[in-house]
């Protein structure tokens, strides 16, 4: 399944790792902050989020690297990329 059909179909937990300065300016809908910098220390709250994980930043970049953590600790996750694109594709339905 591709992350546009996960994001429309409401699929997974949207996590954005920007800072929590960043997530007040504007953020997707639902979506809950968890900076990149704690994701490595919430791992565990972050497996009890209903799966797939899908990870957004400002650009891509931090919610790539968290991707790779969290893939790394058997989470089923996937960088989606701008939250802007993120908010975009929920707001099609």
Known sequence: MKIEE???????????VRTPEEFQGGHVVGSINIPLQEVS??????KNHKTPIILCC??????GVATQILQQSGV???NAGSW??????QSQN
């Open 6 to 16: 996960l994001i429309k179909e409401n699929k997974g937990t949207i996590i954005d």
């Open 84 to 89: 802007l694109d993120v908010n975009y594709i």
């Open 76 to 78: 089923e996750s996937y």
């Open 58 to 63: 400002a650009s891509g970049g931090r919610s």
């Open 41 to 46: 220390g919430r791992l565990e709250e972050i």
